[in-house]
C-alpha cells in the first residue's frame, strides 16, 4: 500500500469512547454502536466549536501492539473542549510523524480492506494514537484519510 509521511500538529477532539481488541468477538459491535450513538443520539450534533465537518475513528492507548486492548474514540475535531456533551470524551491526538493512506471506497468495507492490509504490512508504527478521517458522509463513495502513527 502507498502512504506519504506527514507530519501533523495535535489535534483536539471529543467524541464517544470504548475499549477494545482485534480479537473480541464483539468489536465489530462495540465500534459500531460507538458510530450509531455518535450520530442517532445527536451527540455529533451537540458538540460545540467543531473545526470541521469530518469525523473521525481513532485508535489510541494501545495494550502492547496490533493484538492487545486499546481505545476507540468516534469524535471530531474542535478548537478547544469545552462544556463537552454529558458521556463523552476529550482528547488530544499528539503532534507527529505519520504515514497517511487515502482510501476510497464504500465507508465500512474499504475501511476493513484497509485495516486487514495494514496488519500484514511491514511499518515501523509507534502504537500511540492512529486515525481514520472521514472526508465526506457518502457511504458508497467515500474518501478517508487514515493516518498510522510511525517511528
Given amino acids: 500500500m502507498n502512504y506519504e509521511t506527514?507530519?501533523?500538529?495535535?489535534?483536539?477532539?471529543?467524541?464517544?469512547?470504548?475499549?477494545?481488541k482485534n480479537t473480541d468477538p464483539d468489536m465489530t459491535a462495540v465500534i459500531g454502536s460507538l458510530w450509531n450513538d455518535f450520530y442517532q443520539n445527536s451527540i455529533y450534533a451537540s458538540i460545540n466549536n467543531k473545526v470541521n465537518?469530518?469525523?473521525?475513528?481513532?485508535?489510541?492507548?494501545?495494550?502492547?501492539d496490533a493484538n492487545g486492548e486499546y481505545?476507540?474514540?468516534v469524535a471530531c475535531e474542535v478548537e478547544k473542549?469545552?462544556?463537552?456533551?454529558?458521556?463523552?470524551?476529550?482528547?488530544?491526538?499528539p503532534a507527529g510523524k505519520y504515514a497517511k493512506f487515502l482510501v476510497r471506497g464504500h465507508m465500512?468495507?474499504?475501511?476493513?480492506e484497509f485495516w486487514q492490509k495494514?496488519?500484514?504490512?511491514?511499518?515501523?508504527?509507534?502504537y500511540t494514537y492512529d486515525f481514520e478521517e472521514y472526508q465526506d458522509s457518502n457511504?458508497?463513495?467515500?474518501?478517508?484519510?487514515?493516518?498510522?502513527s510511525i517511528k
Fill in 108 to 112: 465500512q468495507k474499504a475501511v476493513a
Fill in 53 to 64: 465537518d469530518k469525523a473521525l475513528g481513532i485508535y489510541s492507548d494501545y495494550e502492547a
Fill in 71 to 73: 481505545n476507540i474514540t
Fill in 6 to 20: 506527514v507530519y501533523l500538529n495535535s489535534k483536539t477532539v471529543v467524541g464517544l469512547a470504548a475499549r477494545t
Fill in 118 to 126: 495494514l496488519w500484514a504490512m511491514d511499518l515501523n508504527r509507534a
Fill in 81 to 93: 473542549a469545552e462544556e463537552i456533551p454529558p458521556c463523552t470524551v476529550a482528547k488530544v491526538i
Fill in 139 to 148: 457511504v458508497d463513495e467515500a474518501t478517508i484519510y487514515i493516518y498510522i
